[in-house]
């Protein structure tokens, strides 16, 4: 399953009202430690299947959402169960620890 792609308009119906554990990422574009973890992303991603649903969040283009969530620095990764978010994860990490976390909360 590939990275998707959310904003303030549809991060509700993609995100709170999935039904399976959704990871976010809030990024942005000119954040090196963000492109660093993109790739990793994409392969937990596709290691990972249906069982977690991945998704970026640029905070530019959708400030209201990372906001909501006091997103104070990026990359911030957040994974939210039922509507509610279950766990929080700033800064890079190595991909063996980003699965770990990944793993433990869903």
């Given at each position: 399953m590939?990275v998707?792609?959310?904003?303030d308009?549809?991060?509700?119906a993609?995100?709170l009202?999935?039904t399976?554990?959704v990871v976010v990422?809030?990024?942005?574009?000119?954040?090196?430690p963000?492109?660093m973890?993109?790739?990793v992303?994409d392969?937990?991603?596709?290691?990972?299947?249906?069982k977690?649903?991945?998704?970026k969040?640029n905070?530019d283009?959708?400030?209201?959402?990372?906001?909501?969530?006091?997103?104070?620095?990026?990359?911030t990764?957040?994974?939210?169960?039922?509507g509610?978010?279950a766990?929080r994860?700033v800064g890079?990490?190595?991909?063996q620890?980003?699965?770990?976390?990944?793993?433990?909360?869903v």
């Amino acid at each position: 399953m590939a990275v998707g792609k959310v904003s303030d308009a549809n991060f509700e119906a993609e995100v709170l009202k999935a039904t399976g554990p959704v990871v976010v990422d809030f990024w942005a574009e000119w954040c090196g430690p963000c492109r660093m973890i993109g790739p990793v992303l994409d392969e937990i991603s596709g290691a990972m299947g249906d069982k977690v649903k991945i998704v970026k969040l640029n905070v530019d283009e959708s400030p209201k959402t990372a906001s909501k969530y006091g997103v104070m620095s990026i990359p911030t990764l957040m994974i939210f169960k039922g509507g509610e978010l279950a766990s929080r994860q700033v800064g890079a990490a190595p991909k063996q620890k980003l699965e770990q976390w990944i793993t433990a909360t869903v």
